[in-house]
């Protein structure tokens, strides 16, 4: 059973940082590339930062601020968030994927809220 768990979401201040932690079990942790998704309410759900095999990837709204890193001997992906603005406010979601059985799979956290007070 796949299991992506986040948490450190919450209220914080313009200007202020958060960490957000995601842990992951069920998967060859390693084999798969790791992301960190947001959803506004009213809007899409869109790409903040995702990371495989050293390689990072980061939605523009967030470069500069945002940074993705992983530990594939603990099965965590982090996503360490600073300067944040009023506009990051939404809830945030881990992302897993990769293959297995030759079958690409897809998996989702719960999500966690982050808040960003003016």
């Known amino acids: 059973q796949v299991q992506l768990v986040e948490s450190g979401g919450g209220l914080v201040q313009a200007g202020g940082s958060l960490r957000l932690s995601c842990a992951a079990s069920g998967i060859i942790f390693s084999s798969f590339t790791m992301g960190w998704y947001h959803q506004a309410p009213g809007k899409e759900r869109e790409l903040v930062a995702s990371?495989?095999?050293?390689?990072?990837k980061y939605g523009d709204s967030v470069k500069g601020r945002f940074t993705i890193s992983r530990d594939n001997a603990k099965n965590m992906v982090y996503l360490q968030m600073n300067s944040l603005k009023p506009e990051d406010t939404a809830v945030y979601y881990c992302?897993?994927?990769?293959?297995?059985?030759?079958?690409?799979?897809?998996?989702w956290g719960q999500g966690t809220q982050v808040t960003v007070s003016s």
């Open positions: 992302n897993a994927v990769g293959t297995i059985g030759g079958i690409v799979r897809n998996y």
């Open positions: 990371v495989s095999s050293g390689l990072t």
